[in-house]
T-cell receptor
Framework: GIQVEQSPPDLILQEGANSTLRCNFS?????LQWFHQNPWGQLINLFY???GTKQNGRLSATTVATERYSLLYISSSQTTDSGVYFC?????????????FGEGTQLTVNP | DGGITQSPKYLFRKEGQNVTLSCEQN?????MYWYRQDPGQGLRLIYY???????QKGDIAEGYSVSREKKESFPLTVTSAQKNPTAFYLC???????????FGPGTRLTVL
């Protein structure tokens, strides 16, 4: 099956700093989503981005499907950005629109 | 309020007992999914259902069972055959052909 690798596994920032999270995947995808899991376990869908670039406030994401990677940018980080960021992908030949998740990047933003 | 409800939030069971986790949605989404998350790891797919009265095994279905009798409901039973059931269980729905995923708040199951 498709493999998803996220880096770095852990990231510690001071409030106000910028960061880039990376997601590499091993095969073509027709679906790529970024999620944020807060400290209580809730997953929030940040972006649906199988290709191209999107922005939502301080967050933006870019997926270069031909090179099999996606980047999540967080600017002017805040303590509420802390949590785990997951990249999840779907291969076009997979039935049921099933997502395969990476192991996540644990982000800690200190005040 | 539209959304996905999972109950209970925390669940404790003795080893050898079956337990059923509830997932209800009022988003009118056709697809529903169950994922398992272990500490420090990503999510793994247990079962999924694209329409009522139909469901498919995911990557780690052994020791679990599901039903989909109503569009709104997709309960997961963790049976005594599941060797390591202690985990965080997340239910999700999908729309847009299943492409857009939305997650419930999760149930933390601890088997003593």
């Amino acid at each position: 099956g498709i493999q998803v690798e996220q880096s770095p596994p852990d990231l510690i920032l001071q409030e106000g700093a910028n960061s880039t999270l990376r997601c590499n995947f091993s095969d073509s995808v027709n679906n790529l989503q970024w999620f944020h899991q807060n400290p209580w376990g809730q997953l929030i869908n940040l972006f649906y981005i199988p290709s191209g670039t999107k922005q939502n406030g301080r967050l933006s994401a870019t997926t270069v499907a031909t090179e099999r990677y996606s980047l999540l940018y967080i600017s002017s980080s805040q303590t509420t950005d802390s949590g785990v960021y997951f990249c999840a992908v779907e291969h076009p030949e997979t039935s049921g629109s099933r997502l395969t998740f990476g192991e996540g990047t644990q982000l800690t933003v200190n005040p | 309020d539209g959304g996905i409800t999972q109950s209970p939030k925390y669940l404790f069971r003795k080893e050898g007992q079956n337990v059923t986790l509830s997932c209800e949605q009022n988003l009118n989404h056709d697809a529903m999914y169950w994922y398992r998350q272990d500490p420090g790891q990503g999510l793994r797919l247990i079962y999924y259902s694209q329409i009522v009265n139909d469901f498919q095994k995911g990557d780690i279905a052994e020791g679990y069972s599901v039903s989909r009798e109503k569009k709104e409901s997709f309960p997961l039973t963790v049976t005594s055959a599941q060797k390591n059931p202690t985990a965080f269980y997340l239910c999700a729905t999908g729309t847009g052909g299943g492409l857009y995923k939305f997650f419930g708040p999760g149930t933390r199951l601890t088997v003593l």
